[in-house]
C-alpha cells in the first residue's frame, strides 16, 4: 500500500498542471482549467451520457479518467509545443497550425506520445502488477480508438475542450473558439453529442447577436 499511496500524492499534482490550449490566445494562468478539472468534467460527462448507450459504461469511465495520468510529468503538451518565439506574446503561429504539413503534425504527434508513455511508465512502476496493467491497458486502448467506449470518450474530450474554450469566449469576447470547433468537427458524429455541439453553437450565436446589438445602441448615440 505504500506506492499506491505514493502514486494518489503524485496524481494529485494534475490540480497544478494547466491546461496551455487557451493560454496562447492571452488568457491568464490563474483563469485556465486545471489537467484535473477537466478530467473531472468529462468523466462526469462520461457517465451522464453514456447511460442510455450499448456501453461498458464502468470502462468508458475508466478511460475517461485514464487518459491524461500521465501529464502529472509531462505537463500539457500541445500540437504548438516549442514552436513559439519567446517574443511573439500574441502566438500568432497558433492561428496558422493547419498550415504545417502532415509530416511534421505526425512527427510531433509520434514524440507526444513517446514522451507520455514513458511518464506513465514512470507513473505506475510501483504499483501492485494488476492496477498498473489495468492503467497501462486503458490508456492503450484510449490511444487505438478501437473500441466503442474510446471512440465515445474522445468525443466528448473534444467537447469538453470546445466547453472551456465557449466559457472563456463568455468572459471575453475576443476568444477564437474556431480552433476547438475544427477539432470537436473532426470526431463528433454521435447523434446526442451533434446536439449537444448545436446548443453551445446557439450559446454562442445568442451572445454574438446580443453584442452586436450593443454596439449599434452605442452607434446611433
Known amino acids: 500500500m505504500r506506492y499506491f499511496l505514493q502514486f494518489l500524492k503524485t496524481i494529485r499534482g494534475l490540480r497544478n498542471i494547466r491546461r496551455q490550449g487557451v493560454l496562447y ?49 509531462t505537463g500539457d503538451i500541445t500540437p504548438y509545443q516549442g514552436l513559439f518565439d519567446k517574443n511573439d506574446k ?67 474530450d473534444r467537447i469538453e475542450n470546445l466547453l472551456e474554450a465557449f466559457e472563456q469566449f463568455e468572459k471575453n469576447r475576443k476568444f477564437p473558439t474556431q480552433p476547438w470547433w475544427e477539432h470537436a468537427d473532426e ?10 455541439l448545436e446548443t453551445i453553437s446557439k450559446e454562442e450565436s445568442h451572445i454574438l447577436k446580443k453584442r452586436r446589438g450593443i454596439r449599434m445602441k452605442k452607434k446611433k448615440r
Open 25 to 73: 490566445y492571452g488568457v491568464k494562468e490563474k483563469d485556465v482549467d486545471s489537467a484535473s478539472d477537466h478530467t473531472f468534467r468529462l468523466t462526469l460527462m462520461v457517465w451522464l451520457l453514456g447511460q442510455r448507450r450499448k456501453l461498458d459504461l464502468a470502462r468508458a469511465m475508466k478511460l475517461a479518467l485514464v487518459h491524461d495520468l500521465c501529464k502529472v510529468y
Open 90 to 156: 500574441k502566438y500568432k503561429l497558433a492561428w496558422r497550425w493547419r498550415r504545417l504539413s502532415l509530416k511534421e503534425k505526425q512527427r510531433r504527434h509520434k514524440t507526444k506520445l513517446r514522451k507520455e508513455q514513458a511518464a506513465l511508465q514512470k507513473l505506475t512502476a510501483k504499483l501492485p502488477p494488476h492496477m498498473k496493467k489495468d492503467i497501462l491497458d486503458a490508456w492503450a486502448e484510449c490511444l487505438k480508438m478501437e473500441s466503442p467506449e474510446a471512440k465515445f470518450v474522445l468525443q466528448l
Open 187 to 196: 470526431v463528433v458524429s454521435d447523434k446526442e453529442l451533434l446536439e449537444l
